[in-house]
């Protein structure tokens, strides 16, 4: 499926490949999108072709890069709303993902029910499946796979890890390392997670 958006006097397009499993019926049957720039599920995927489900693997790379910090502003997105704006590369990604609901929403012919779509990803990916699922309430589930420090894990349960000798990722490295956050989260409360909520 090809999604095409314009704002203004700009437009985009990106494709994503949608793979109904062999013997689906042919109404609309649910879809698993696994945010992956690297080009594959990972999860097992026959779980969900034996139980009539649709994936599609959406590379979120193209839409948002996360290339390290250089890369910041890098991507469909950014060519849509320009290389200066603020949002994240995991916001983004959500966008894309949002856009994709919206095309499936405007094409029946994908048999694909837009009231059963899930998300998923693995560690940095699973951070950006986790966000696309709390900014779009059509998003009915979320699989977030070892999201770690910034998806499921909190930032204060990392920094105690941390301060106790554990290898783990804190706020202020991981804000430096991608651009998976807002430039000024880093800025802002890299050294203050004990006053994040």
């Not at 999860?43 to 390290?68: C, K, P, R």
């Not at 048999?111 to 693995?122: L, S």
């Amino acid at each position: 499926m090809t999604v095409g958006v314009n704002e203004g006097s700009k437009s985009v397009s990106f494709s994503v490949d949608i793979n109904r499993p062999a013997g689906a019926p042919s109404a609309p049957i649910p879809l698993l999108i696994s945010l992956h720039g690297f080009g594959s599920l990972t999860l097992d995927a026959s779980v969900f072709s034996q139980s009539g489900v649709a994936t599609a693997i959406f590379n979120n790379n193209d839409m948002g890069a996360q290339g390290g910090g250089g890369t910041r502003g890098t991507g469909i997105f950014y060519d849509l709303y320009g290389e200066d704006h603020p949002a994240s590369s995991m916001i983004a990604w959500a966008w894309g993902i949002s856009r994709i609901i919206d095309a499936l929403e405007k094409t029946p012919a994908a048999n694909i029910d837009p009231r059963r779509i899930a998300v998923t990803g693995c560690s940095r990916d699973g951070k950006g499946a986790l966000t696309a699922g709390a900014f779009d309430e059509r998003i009915v589930l979320t699989i977030p796979q070892e999201s770690g420090a910034g998806g499921s894990a909190s930032w204060r349960v990392s920094l105690a890890g941390k301060d106790a000798g554990e290898n783990v990722q804190t706020l202020s490295h991981a804000t430096g390392e991608q651009p998976w956050f807002r430039e000024s989260f880093g800025a802002n409360f890299g050294n203050k997670v004990t006053t994040l909520q």
